[in-house]
């Protein structure tokens, strides 16, 4: 099936001119990603959505997105961490899909499916900011505030936790291919950088959204550090990796759902991912890092 009759498909089943059924029954469901017809009234707009256009390799499409999803992927870093993780994570798992059933019918590739790695780096970002916090009454050289991890989360998260800590660092030593006893925990800010936002900056990606950023700042991960994909050669080595540390990320999981009595939230894996590669990994060897994915709705929630 080709993306026109992807797209096609998508917009009949979906969303007519007007908010239809389907449409109205998909806000209800509070959906991130609707396709519509390109002729759609933007006068139907629901509440808390807007009409934007995107574009996907030489053919263009309209989608409904909150407006709150659209200041967060404009403003990587700003606004409540919470609330940013949740929307993008859903986003995110809605354009995959969307982009999955084009690959799977030959419409498109990996490189070409840009929408849902757009939103997994934002929430990346999201999640080091969550991490993070400014370390009281410091500056660095160019005088930007001093980035420390964040003692709240790290206890919410049972970082310090004995269990918790030993699995931690084998995870780490797994990756960097040390012993637990080699690995060291290395200050963040050696890592990340300071980003200041201006009001009269744009996001740069046009066809997403002409919002304008807000004054603000967050923490990013310096440039060298930074990797975009896996290397081939290293497939094979990381998916063996990928299993032992997915196991090991298994216990923790188990053993913090008993301590909290299943109460534990939706990001913590991710966020624990992103510290084991913040505090153990990147400095030593940025293509090392551990992958990070938004993740998936329960069952119970994609009902």
Not at 32 to 37: G, L, P, R
Not at 61 to 78: D, I, K
Not at 149 to 169: C, G, K
């Amino acid at each position: 099936m080709s993306l026109d009759e992807k797209l096609q498909q998508q917009k009949k089943v979906v969303v007519r001119r007007y908010p239809s059924i389907e449409a109205l029954a998909q806000v209800e469901k509070g959906n991130k990603f609707i396709v519509v017809q390109d002729d759609f009234d933007p006068s139907f707009v629901p509440q808390g959505y807007t009409l934007i256009d995107m574009k996907h390799k030489s053919n263009s499409f309209r989608t409904l997105v909150p407006q709150s999803l659209l200041f967060y992927m404009a403003n990587p870093g700003e606004g409540e961490p919470e609330g940013a993780l949740e929307e993008i994570a859903d986003f995110y798992g809605e354009t995959k899909d969307f982009e999955d059933d084009l690959i799977e019918n030959g419409s498109t590739s990996v490189q070409e499916a840009n929408w849902a790695n757009l939103a997994r780096g934002s929430y990346q970002t999201y999640l080091i900011n969550r991490l993070v916090k400014h370390r009281k009454g410091e500056k660095d050289g160019e005088g930007e505030p001093v980035p420390e991890f964040n003692p709240e989360v790290l206890a919410q998260l049972d970082l310090s936790d004995t269990y918790v800590s030993q699995r931690i660092r084998a995870m780490a030593a797994l990756a960097l291919e040390k012993t637990a006893d080699q690995i060291e925990a290395h200050e963040v800010k050696d890592v990340l950088k300071h980003v200041t936002l201006n009001y009269k900056e744009r996001v740069k990606r046009k066809e997403l959204t002409e919002v304008k950023c807000w004054a603000g700042s967050h923490y990013e991960i310096k440039h060298e550090y930074r990797i975009v994909d896996r290397i081939e050669e290293r497939q094979e080595t990381y998916s063996a990796l990928n299993t032992q540390i997915g196991e090991l990320e298994s216990q923790i999981d188990v053993y913090r759902k008993q301590k909290h009595s299943g109460n534990v939230g939706r990001h913590d894996g991710a966020l624990i991912r992103q510290y084991v590669n913040l505090a153990h990994i990147i400095s030593e060897n940025q293509r090392a890092q551990l992958d990070i994915m938004p993740p998936e709705k329960s069952k119970e929630e994609q009902k």
